[in-house]
């Protein structure tokens, strides 16, 4: 009997037990993996709304399909009437239509943030030890790609149906580039109601009330000395307005200076008033 208990004892695995020292340096904070800065946690974020269009192709068709609709729809309804023809209507028109579709689908940046509270990922997004408005941020650098390939899109079309900027390759990217700002600080303003509306269908709704007076009350389609007075006092002041204006003399070459200033002004208070209300919301859900 002693002898099998002998056996069976020499026969039982040994069990490691760290000693405090061990255990001190896998604990240790050095051995911890650095905290990301601000601006790799939102690059990571931006990345991550990459990520899901790759998964949903379809997201693209806002920004694809929507602004070839939309310029073919207008230049050939409308061309004729306003213009003479479509292609002279073109000239005075693709700006407008490029504000028009881009901006509104800034509203989109609202929606997909309200989905994603009501999945409950920014739950979790918030447990994680980065620079909190990361996944905010990082949302809106991946809608910036959107965009741009929209603005490719309608400018690639409105070559191949006869537009022509006269400010050359340089007056299309700094007119790009007027829209993609605007379009960063716009979109603080749907990440705004997408916080704090309780359905992804009232954030389309409410953006829509917003989105149509502000561009179609403007000189996307026609001039505002056509216009009656009181309407007009309203469109110059509309920032639509200002970013049309901007875009246009940028493409023709003959820029705007007063109309790039306000869009300026206008950019950083969108920035300013909803970009402070909405990381005051979002830190306090």
Do not use: C
């Amino acid at each position: 009997m002693s002898n099998a208990t002998t056996t069976t004892t020499e026969r039982a695995p040994s069990v490691y037990v760290p000693s405090a020292e061990a255990l001190a340096t896998v604990l240790a904070p050095s051995a911890r993996p650095p905290r990301p800065s601000a601006l790799g946690a939102s690059l990571t974020f931006g990345w991550r709304a990459m990520l899901k269009i790759k998964h949903v192709p379809e997201q693209l068709f806002d920004v694809t399909a929507f602004p070839i609709i939309m310029v073919l729809m207008f230049t050939y309804l409308f061309g004729g009437a306003l213009a003479g023809s479509p292609r002279e209507y073109l000239q005075f028109f693709l700006p407008g239509i490029m504000v028009t579709s881009v901006v509104m689908i800034t509203m989109y940046t609202g929606v997909g943030l309200n989905t994603d509270i009501e999945k409950g990922i920014f739950d979790r997004f918030r447990t994680l030890p980065v620079w909190r408005p990361a996944a905010l941020v990082g949302m809106i650098f991946g809608d910036v790609l959107r965009y741009i390939l929209a603005a490719l899109v309608i400018l690639g079309l409105g070559l191949a149906l006869g537009f022509r900027p006269a400010g050359g390759v340089l007056g299309a990217a700094t007119g790009i580039g007027l829209l993609v700002i605007f379009s960063f600080a716009f979109s603080w303003v749907w990440t705004f109601f997408g916080l704090i509306l309780r359905s992804e269908k009232s954030v389309m709704g409410v953006s829509m009330m917003v989105l149509f007076p502000l561009t179609f009350l403007s000189n996307v389609f026609v001039e505002p000395s056509t216009m009656p007075g009181w309407l007009q006092a309203f469109v110059k002041v509309n920032p639509v307005t200002q970013l049309v204006a901007s875009i246009r003399g940028a493409m023709s070459g003959d820029s705007d200076p007063s109309a790039t200033m306000w869009l300026l002004l206008w950019s950083a208070g969108f920035v300013l008033v909803f970009g402070t209300l909405t990381m005051y919301r979002y830190n306090r859900r």
